[in-house]
């Protein structure tokens, strides 16, 4: 017999899993038994994403009319839904590019829209941060641009397409991961602005975010020096000023089996610290994200570290239950409103057109290529490796952009200069014309020597950029498509078969 306090715990609670279905051989019985009582939800990822994504998450409702279903989709380089294909809609920096506020809410319209056919109700994004540093690992094209103003208005424009569809938003890293060079998955960001830039620059997209109404906020691994030595995820003084600013809504955290929390305070004390600093839902993410090593049963491992921990907080007293009840009748609050919402009507909606209209062109096209326009392209994809956020590396970019012709993948930080020779001989000499596919040419100084190779052996390649927009110039026409996307790779390619 599960004890009350157990069930106050689970009701914080919102675990990603391995497997597929709820029912038979393999199922996760941990977590059916957590569903039965009182679990919050669930947190999809590309593990558990099929065919029958929909009857699944009808398992889940079933099993616990009150559960919360989140999906990490944000459009362009991050996709859970199409994880094996590669994303069919534009990306935030795509959508920042061409700054078309009818064109972000109509893309988060149809995100929801695709979010409630699968039985989605929280999608988390858009992501809020301003991305102000160029290195950074983690956001990047993520984000809508480096400027505060263009980040807010787009924030904003999503969150009401996302939730006039009936579906709950998740803006997100509060207070801003944008200017950061490390990975919260892997470390622990320190962000040492003076406190009046991130006032003004970074909490400006999530003020716009509450002005639009927005459910949810998820918090950042991150410390910011100046309002404590804790991570935002688990410092009061930070999430406290969440409510500051007027925010009513579920407070999430960022997964809590991320580096930044697992191999600090662990997975448990971040719990408990998490709920004692104002957070109100506990997300235990992704269960492949490293630590000690993963195991078969990670994600029940990482999900009973949690709930065992919080339920030990509460017996002894050291964590209040008024403060879990709170949490808790805010997420009950949240389902039960969503579960009676009415969505709008989603208009038809032209992904392609939105992201060729966000293309841009540094260089001629026509001046670097041959008289005729080219029939074929030959892909050398130099992009650096996936990271744990963001499949940047995934092969359906390439596959889209080279269509039936030539591919190749190099790692330009690994390969040898005889490697990298030899990629680069097979790919000029296939037949079409020869398209480097990179994503980080300004920090990335392998990418950037290999582009200058290129062109002085063929003038007429052309770089197609995946990653943020080139500040420094390169010596061949380059066509910034801003998002390692199926979408993004079919425009570029169709642009330059068409000159």
């Known amino acids: 017999m599960t004890d009350e ?51 699944l998450s009808a398992q889940i409702h079933a099993t616990n009319p009150h559960a919360l ?40 319209a149809e995100l929801a829209r695709r979010a409630r056919t699968v039985g989605v109700d929280i999608v988390l994004g858009p992501v809020a941060d301003v991305n102000t540093d160029p290195r950074n690992p983690v956001i990047g094209v993520r984000s809508f641009g480096a400027d505060a103003g263009l980040v807010s208005r787009h924030v904003a424009a999503v969150v009401r397409g996302v939730e006039h569809g009936g579906v709950a938003a998740c803006v997100k890293h509060f207070p801003g991961h944008g200017d950061t060079h490390l990975d919260s998955h892997l470390a622990l960001p320190v962000i040492t602005l003076d406190p009046h830039e991130i006032e ?49 809504g579920v407070i999430i955290t960022d997964a809590l089996d991320m580096a930044a929390i697992r191999e600090s305070v662990g997975i448990g004390g971040g719990a408990v610290q998490a709920l004692a600093a104002g957070a109100d839902l506990l997300c235990v993410g992704n269960p492949t994200n490293p630590g000690d090593g993963t195991a078969s049963d990670q994600d029940e491992q990482d999900f009973l570290s949690a709930r065992e921990a919080v339920v030990a907080a509460l017996r002894d007293g050291s964590l209040p239950r008024e403060r879990v009840e709170q949490a808790r009748d805010r997420v009950r609050a949240l389902a039960a409103r969503l579960a009676a919402a009415t969505p709008a009507d989603t208009p038809p909606f032209d992904s392609a057109a939105i992201v060729g209209r966000a293309l841009r062109v540094t260089g001629d096209l026509r001046a ?124 570029a390619r169709t642009l330059i078969l068409s000159v």
Do not use: C, K
């Open 5 to 55: 306090l157990t069930r106050l715990a689970n009701s914080v609670l919102w675990p990603g899993f391995f497997g597929t279905t709820l029912e038979g051989d393999g199922a996760p019985v941990w977590l059916r038994e957590a569903l039965e009582q009182d679990l919050a939800g669930v947190v999809y990822f590309g593990q558990n994403v099929t065919d029958d994504l929909a009857a």
């Open 200 to 248: 003004d620059v970074h909490l400006e997209p999530f003020r716009a975010a509450i002005a639009a109404g927005v459910d949810t906020i998820m918090t950042a691994h991150i410390v910011v020096p100046a309002w404590g030595e804790q991570p935002s995820t688990l410092n009061p003084a930070v999430l406290g000023r969440l409510r500051e600013m007027g925010f009513e």
């Open 69 to 108: 279903i989140g999906i990490d989709e944000e459009g362009g380089s991050v996709t859970r839904l199409e994880v094996a294909t590669g994303s069919t809609l534009p990306g935030p920096a795509q959508l920042g590019a061409l700054d078309d506020v009818a064109a972000s809410q109509a893309t988060g």
């Open 368 to 491: 670097a290529g041959s008289d005729a326009a080219a029939s074929a392209l030959a892909v050398l994809d130099a992009r650096q490796s996936s990271t744990l956020a963001v499949d940047s590396a995934a092969a359906y970019v390439s596959e889209a952009l080279a269509g039936d012709g030539f591919r190749v993948r190099l790692d330009v930080a690994l390969a040898t200069e005889t490697e990298q020779d030899a990629a680069l001989n097979a790919a000029i000499a296939a037949d079409g014309r020869l398209v480097l596919l990179i994503d980080r040419p300004d920090v990335n100084a392998g990418q950037r020597a290999l582009v200058e190779r290129a062109a002085a052996r063929d003038p007429h390649a052309v770089v197609v950029n995946a990653g943020l927009a080139v500040q420094h110039p390169l010596p061949l026409p380059v066509v910034e498509v801003g998002a390692a996307s199926r979408v993004g790779a079919e425009a």
